[in-house]
């Protein structure tokens, strides 16, 4: 039965891709509707279980780090794409399984969104995870946040061995008590706590400290040029030199530590790890175009979206800002949130500035709210980009923020147009 699931998904992927689509959800929506029984057959052959990652703000890049530090020791399986249904870790599942229907890897780490994250622990149990916060994110599908943090305990509940969860976001720390696997956590030094604001300290709340010992904590963020943090791991302080910049990233590497230690990892072989880790797709990737820096980060919420324009204080000056906003399902049809995002730090920095996407002129209003001032309102993303890229000097940077949908076109664009570095 397994080997005729993958023989439909791979015949189904190869198709997609001689048509130019990408393939990444369809071949798992076919074989999970011919064979529902595919994903946890298959699942069942890992010898160490599969792990979820889920939460609201950083599972990508968090599941990146995961997979690249396990892989020291382990073959892992992975959905890096960022296609974070179910459908989603089917094909993933599907197209790394050899023509015999066999899986040649030790363990599957897979992000999942938090609503499709329940659907996936009803089908396949979860040796492990990873649990990371709990923001306000396209209501029109989650509701307040609360409900998420349901969503989240239902993950909890389900994993048979280890839970790990953010000790500084009390929503996810509360968890620990709807699981019976062993619960650990992560965190940050509480001198850096305000840097980490949940969703209540956004709005003005009073900052609070976890209390619980973490196995893996964040000790000190970049200072100036320099990529490296200190991270404690277990019990010994390492500095990494983290190629995913970015404050948030390295609260999530420390998410990633933690969760390695599970594994039996020791602390030297996790930090070396956590070196190798690249930026994820489409969140912080730098690419040249005409001699150009082009950096695409993704943004989908407030909270996210404050933590990424803070890299905006990076080495390289920043001249141009182009800023996409799509309303499709996958992006959240209600936009409102961007009400909720305080962008009145680029209104201090010297770039030219630009909005794009389906609801570039509500972009534009939103930023001038802020005093703000855009100098072109562009519905095309690639033009808004080829726009941006011809108004600033070779060398310097064009910072582009982005919502999911228009992510994925602005990628192949911007592969097309330059090269990634």
Same mark, same amino acid.
């Given at each position: 039965m397994n080997v005729l699931a993958v023989w439909l998904g791979k015949l189904t992927l190869i198709a997609l891709r001689l048509i130019g689509r990408r393939g990444?959800? @369809? *071949?798992?929506?076919?074989?999970?509707?011919v064979f529902p029984g595919y994903l946890p057959r298959a699942m069942a052959t890992l010898p160490e279980g599969v792990v979820v990652v889920s939460g609201t703000n950083g599972k990508t890049t968090t599941t990146k780090m995961v997979a690249t530090v396990l892989g020291e020791r382990l073959r892992v399986l992975t959905n890096d794409t960022g296609s974070n249904f179910v459908r989603g870790a089917i094909t993933a599942t599907i197209e790394h399984a050899d023509w015999r229907g066999r899986l040649p890897y030790d363990v599957a780490v897979f992000e999942l969104d938090e609503a499709w994250a329940v659907r996936f622990v009803a089908i396949v149990a979860p040796r492990r995870a990873l649990l990371l916060?709990?923001?306000?994110?396209?209501?029109?599908?989650?509701? !307040?946040?609360?409900?998420? %943090? %349901? @969503? @989240?305990?239902?993950? +909890? +509940?389900a994993t048979t061995g280890d839970v790990v969860l953010n000790r500084d976001d009390q929503r996810i720390a %509360? @968890? %620990? +008590?709807?699981?019976?696997?062993?619960?650990?956590?992560?965190g940050v030094l509480p001198a850096l706590r305000p840097l980490f604001p949940t969703d209540e300290e956004l709005y003005g709340g009073p900052i609070a400290v976890g209390s619980v010992p973490a196995r893996a904590e964040l000790l000190a963020l970049p200072v100036g040029t320099s990529p490296t943090i200190e991270l404690r791991i277990g019990g010994t302080a390492h500095r990494v030199d983290l190629r995913a910049e970015?404050?948030?990233n390295a609260q999530n590497a420390a998410g990633a530590a933690a969760l390695a230690l599970t594994f039996g990892f020791d602390s030297e072989t996790v930090a070396a790890g956590l070196g190798h880790v690249s930026p994820a797709f489409g969140r912080g990737q730098r690419f040249v175009v005409d001699g150009r820096i082009v950096v695409l980060q993704l943004v989908k919420n407030p909270g996210g979206f404050r933590q990424t324009l803070r890299t905006l204080d990076g080495a390289v000056p920043v001249a141009a800002i182009v800023v996409v906003i799509n309303d499709d399902y996958a992006d959240g049809r209600d936009v409102s949130w961007l009400w909720d995002v305080d962008f009145t730090a680029l209104a201090a920095v010297p770039a030219r500035v630009y909005t794009a996407g389906t609801r570039a002129a509500d972009m534009a209003v939103r930023l001038?709210?802020?005093?703000?001032?855009?100098? !072109?309102?562009? *519905?095309? *993303? !690639?033009? +808004?980009l080829r726009s941006a890229v011809a108004a600033v000097a070779p060398g310097e940077q064009v910072v582009i923020f982005?919502?999911?949908?228009?992510?994925w076109a602005l990628h192949a664009t911007l592969l097309r147009l330059g090269v990634p570095q």
């Open positions: 990444n959800a @369809l *071949p798992g929506l076919v074989v999970e509707k916060n709990v923001m306000r994110d396209q209501l029109d599908r989650f509701g !307040e946040i609360d409900t998420t %943090a %349901a @969503l @989240l305990g239902k993950v +909890a +509940a %509360a @968890l %620990a +008590a709807k699981t019976k696997a062993t619960v650990s956590y992560y970015g404050a948030h001038r709210y802020d005093e703000v001032s855009t100098d !072109e309102v562009e *519905p095309d *993303p !690639e033009k +808004a982005s919502t999911y949908t228009a992510m």
